[in-house]
């Protein structure tokens, strides 16, 4: 079972209402690539698994942080924040206390193992407690509708935004492979890491959110060899499981499509555009340009350092690739103030 993402993601996400901030160039929304097609199933074998199932891995404690959950009745629906195939966001207001949340509905009603894996699934985010991610607070299953109570992040995603300044685009990175090291660290994987699940709040800080394709390693609720996320920005190996042997390590993938985003930003468009796949929005060739094409880079008027930072990102070969605690260290983000980007324009109305 996966939960597919509709969390700031989607024509009709939070970043469809922000505001441009000054220090950002705004730029026409390309032509939305709708790239989560299923892929062609093998005949199962024991030489034919993509991934082989890891050793049992026990789950991460929970938070110290955790709260009790607010009581669905004290929550006042505001304005719907997005939507998605999957459900809908509401900003929700919680009446006690006037704070601000953001409510996913799931839509659909499911069957007792299905609702298992999903409150398992969420459990396993409420343990999640790191400033760089996107906190769940718990969730409602009531009249079999499954909702879920997740932090509110007033800027909306980062989809559409270009940071041309190498300073600020070195803070977005720091934020988010911060959390990225925690959640690796945690064996938790995204798997699904793009623009659209990058939120920023107006205090500038930018946080991982979507956890909805974000697996345990452990395989708890189903190995990392299901394909989920967004095609576009999945690393070579997933896509073909030919490359690399067949072996898939999910936090290598994750710093793929941390680096596809990373170049995203400061191009200003999406990396494996035209030049390597020779047809806009032809998936298929998009998948060919991904895992064969010469690799996207930073123009030659970038710094060495941004050059390098994307070059320790995208790598076919997955073990070239730096970890998330790697890049921290790289100069690219070392060099550049410790203090978040000043992003508090894009707060939502």
Same mark, same amino acid.
């Given at each position: 079972?996966?939960?597919?993402?509709?969390?700031?993601?989607?024509?009709?996400?939070?970043?469809?209402?922000?505001?441009?901030?000054?220090?950002?160039?705004?730029?026409?929304?390309?032509?939305?690539?709708?790239?989560?097609?299923?892929?062609?199933?093998?005949?199962?074998?024991?030489?034919?698994?993509?991934?082989?199932?890891?050793?049992?891995?026990?789950?991460?404690?929970?938070?110290?942080?955790?709260?009790?959950?607010?009581?669905?009745?004290?929550?006042?629906?505001?304005?719907?924040?997005?939507?998605?195939?999957?459900?809908?966001?509401?900003?929700?207001?919680?009446?006690?206390?006037?704070?601000?949340? =953001?409510?996913? %509905?799931?839509? +659909?009603?499911?069957?007792?193992?299905? $609702? #298992?894996?999903?409150? !398992?699934? /969420?459990?396993?985010?409420?343990?999640?407690?790191?400033?760089?991610?996107?906190?769940?607070?718990?969730?409602?299953?009531?009249?079999?509708?499954?909702?879920?109570?997740?932090?509110?992040?007033?800027?909306?995603?980062?989809?559409?935004?270009?940071?041309?300044?190498?300073?600020?685009?070195?803070?977005? =990175?720091?934020? %988010?492979?911060? +959390?990225?090291?925690?959640?690796?660290? $945690? #064996?938790?994987?995204? !798997?699904? /890491?793009?623009?659209?699940?990058?939120?920023?709040?107006?205090?500038?800080?930018?946080?991982?959110?979507?956890?909805?394709?974000?697996?345990?390693?452990?395989?708890?609720?189903?190995?990392?060899?299901?394909?989920?996320?967004?095609?576009?920005?999945?690393?070579?190996?997933?896509?073909?499981?030919?490359?690399?042997?067949?072996?898939?390590? +999910?936090?290598?993938?994750?710093?793929?499509?941390?680096?596809?985003?990373?170049?995203?930003?400061?191009?200003?468009?999406?990396?494996?555009?035209?030049?390597?796949?020779?047809?806009?929005?032809?998936?298929?060739?998009?998948?060919?340009?991904?895992?064969?094409?010469?690799?996207?880079?930073?123009?030659?008027?970038?710094?060495?350092?941004?050059?390098?930072?994307?070059?320790?990102?995208?790598?076919?070969?997955?073990?070239?690739?730096l970890t998330a605690e790697q890049l921290l260290r790289h100069p690219f983000v070392t060099q550049a103030a410790t203090v978040p980007p000043d992003l508090s324009s894009l707060r939502l109305d």
């Amino acid at each position: 079972m996966t939960l597919r993402p509709v969390f700031g993601s989607g024509s009709g996400s939070e970043s469809a209402h922000s505001t441009q901030p000054s220090h950002t160039q705004a730029r026409p929304r390309r032509r939305q690539q709708n790239l989560t097609l299923p892929f062609p199933q093998r005949e199962p074998s024991p030489s034919a698994l993509a991934v082989p199932l890891p050793l049992p891995l026990p789950l991460p404690p929970p938070s110290s942080a955790s709260s009790p959950v607010p009581a669905l009745d004290d929550l006042d629906r505001v304005s719907r924040a997005g939507s998605g195939a999957g459900g809908t966001v509401w900003k929700t207001r919680h009446r006690p206390t006037n704070r601000l949340y =953001a409510l996913k %509905v799931i839509h +659909g009603h499911h069957d007792e193992d299905i $609702r #298992r894996q999903i409150c !398992r699934e /969420i459990d396993i985010l409420r343990a999640v407690d790191s400033r760089f991610v996107v906190r769940c607070h718990g969730f409602y299953d009531r009249g079999g509708e499954i909702q879920i109570l997740l932090e509110y992040m007033d800027g909306g995603s980062l989809e559409g935004r270009r940071f041309a300044d190498e300073s600020k685009l070195a803070g977005v =990175a720091r934020q %988010v492979l911060s +959390g990225l090291a925690y959640l690796h660290r $945690r #064996r938790i994987v995204h !798997r699904d /890491i793009k623009p659209s699940n990058l939120l920023v709040n107006g205090r500038g800080e930018v946080k991982i959110a979507d956890f909805g394709v974000g697996r345990i390693l452990a395989g708890t609720i189903e190995p990392c060899n299901s394909s989920v996320g967004t095609i576009a920005y999945m690393s070579p190996e997933r896509i073909n499981t030919d490359l690399n042997e067949g072996f898939y390590d +999910g936090r290598a993938g994750d710093i793929w499509s941390f680096g596809a985003s990373i170049l995203e930003f400061y191009l200003g468009r999406f990396p494996f555009g035209e030049e390597q796949t020779g047809r806009q929005g032809d998936w298929a060739s998009l998948m060919v340009a991904i895992c064969y094409a010469p690799l996207p880079a930073p123009p030659s008027t970038a710094s060495p350092e941004l050059r390098s930072f994307i070059a320790s990102c995208l790598q076919r070969e997955p073990g070239r690739r730096l970890t998330a605690e790697q890049l921290l260290r790289h100069p690219f983000v070392t060099q550049a103030a410790t203090v978040p980007p000043d992003l508090s324009s894009l707060r939502l109305d």
